[in-house]
């Protein structure tokens, strides 16, 4: 008979993007990516966008660096499986356990991720702020577009460290069913794959938008998508003068992205931790 291996998790989601918790303090876990696919099946499995893997950065050879600004490391994974430099919702989820979970004391704290170090701050209402740095528009990418039909939008490159490509359409539901990943052309623009946003314009200082992720598929929300967002949309009309706040609409609910005078973008919105339980790995 094959062997059962018991992990036991905590559900949490950012904004309707969702996420298994899994604690593994000591770094014990080696989590294949047919589990991760097994734990995300909504189906099959327990559901989620992602996987959170709660690990001490001691423990993790690979980012030993970063042991020494931040105790603990989000060993984040999209629902196929594969690795992502970062996740905005999901580092608010992460912080939220580790404050719910007596991991952490302080209000403001230092998480590791596959995209560095990134200041997060635990505030009172129970809603997470990380500073997510600055974005970058690589100057290399130009004139590519994405696809959906036979419409076309110029996109607007962005890494938040993830890369995001940001196109504003008349309505959200130009981008139509966002069954399959929308087609970026010239094809290689993004060879490790990208995440496509369809931002409108609300108001000043306010945009909607739906997503397609990366290894995942369109969610209720993405959090390094949302600064990307907020980032382009800022530059529509020139450059903006900073400080400035932007309020993003998903799906899932709503974030608020302030671009600092030294072009950080501080992204804030609530965190919320709504089961636990354990799960049988085959």
């Not at 709660?54 to 999209?78: P, S």
């Not at 030294?262 to 339980?277: C, F, I, N, Q």
């Amino acid at each position: 008979m094959a062997r059962l291996s018991e992990v036991k998790f905590i559900k949490g989601h950012g904004t309707g993007n969702d996420f298994l918790v899994i604690p593994d303090i000591d770094g014990s876990l080696d989590l294949t990516a047919a589990q991760v696919r097994f734990l995300c099946d909504r189906h099959k499995g327990i559901g989620a966008d992602g996987i959170l893997r709660v690990v001490r950065t001691k423990h993790l050879l690979e980012f030993i660096d970063q042991a020494a600004g931040a105790e603990f490391f989000m060993d984040y994974r999209n629902a196929d499986g594969s690795l992502a430099e970062m996740c905005g919702n999901g580092a608010r989820v992460f912080v939220r356990y580790l404050d719910a979970t007596g991991l952490i004391t302080d209000s403001e704290v230092n998480i590791a991720t596959r995209g560095g170090l990134y200041a997060a701050t635990m505030n009172s209402d129970l809603s997470v702020t990380i500073d997510m740095g600055c974005a970058l528009s690589p100057e290399s990418i130009s004139g590519a577009s994405v696809l959906i039909g036979e419409r076309s939008w110029p996109l607007v490159a962005v890494k938040v460290p993830n890369p995001h490509a940001v196109v504003f359409v008349d309505e959200l539901a130009d981008a139509g069913a966002l069954l399959v990943a929308p087609e970026v052309t010239p094809a290689n623009t993004f060879p490790d794959g990208v995440n496509v946003e369809f931002a409108v314009e609300l108001a000043a200082g306010r945009v909607a938008m739906r997503v397609f992720e990366r290894g995942v598929g369109q969610t209720q929300s993405c959090g390094t998508g949302a600064c990307a967002v907020a980032w382009a949309s800022a530059r529509r009309h020139g450059e903006p003068a900073l400080p400035l706040t932007t309020i993003v609409e998903v799906p899932g609910g709503t974030v608020s992205v302030t671009e600092t005078a030294e072009g950080h973008l501080l992204l804030t919105g609530p965190a919320d931790l709504v089961a636990r339980g354990s799960v049988l790995l085959p």
